[in-house]
């Protein structure tokens, strides 16, 4: 997703959840341009790996930690979510914010599993499906996904008004569809496309909801 209605009060919530510092390795996984992940690690001062598997995103996201500043402790992998190529226990913290519900859930799960260290904290941010007309990638409830593969819940509440954020967004995008268009070519037709299937279901009840999640890797 090219876009996100995460505030900035939300981006906090997920670094103090972390709990990273300057001697600590965090990975964003599924970091798209890296402004996420950039952004804790400056506000953290912990190193990052970014992974995401658009080569596009991951060149952009490095350009954006050199102008940052804070390329000496940012790398960027283009890979899958679901297999990295990383070596095993080597994060101190995950971020996945907005991807498991575009993924194989439980395979993402065991990914973030498999990269954590003992006790190392997983933050994840997802839709979960409410209705049983929710699109079937989106999984009903992700607490089985994350015993399964050794990922202790700490935390799962449902973030507070997302859907009017979202809304609001789209409402934003089809009211100034031309301009994105003028701006950013045949790039803007997936923008707006996914504005107006959001906008036709306005008045509906949600098929889903977005939670925050905040799990620890098991320590044996």
């Known amino acids: 997703m090219p876009f996100s209605a995460l505030y900035r009060a939300d981006l906090n919530r997920v670094a103090d959840a972390l709990q990273i510092g300057r001697d600590d390795l965090f990975i964003d996984l599924g970091c798209g341009s890296g402004g996420t992940g950039i952004w804790i690690a400056e506000r953290t001062g912990a190193s990052l790996v970014g992974v995401d598997f658009s080569a596009v995103a991951t060149e952009n996201a490095t350009e954006l930690a050199q102008r940052r500043g804070i390329s000496k402790r940012a790398d960027f992998v283009t890979a899958d979510a679901t297999q990295t190529g990383l070596s095993t226990g080597i994060a101190d913290a995950v971020a996945c914010i907005e991807v498991v519900m575009f993924s194989d859930a439980s395979r993402v799960l065991a990914?973030?599993?498999r990269l954590l260290k003992p006790a190392g904290r997983a933050?994840?941010?997802?839709?979960?499906?409410?209705?049983d007309d929710a699109p079937?990638?989106?999984a009903r409830d992700y607490r089985?996904?994350?015993a399964d593969n050794a990922l202790e819940i700490m935390t799962y509440d449902a973030l507070i008004h997302y859907r009017e954020r979202v809304l609001s967004l789209y409402h934003a995008i089809y009211d100034r569809a031309e301009a994105l268009r003028?701006?950013?070519?045949v790039g803007a037709d997936y923008l707006v496309g996914?504005?107006?299937k959001w906008l036709a279901r306005e008045h509906l009840p949600p098929r889903t909801r977005d939670i925050f999640i905040v799990a620890?890797?098991?320590?044996?």
């Open 111 to 113: 990914e973030i599993s």
């Open 123 to 131: 933050v994840v941010i997802a839709a979960e499906a409410i209705t």
């Open 136 to 138: 079937p990638i989106v």
């Open 144 to 146: 089985p996904l994350f």
């Open 182 to 185: 003028t701006q950013m070519g």
């Open 194 to 196: 996914e504005a107006q």
């Open 216 to 220: 620890r890797r098991a320590s044996s």
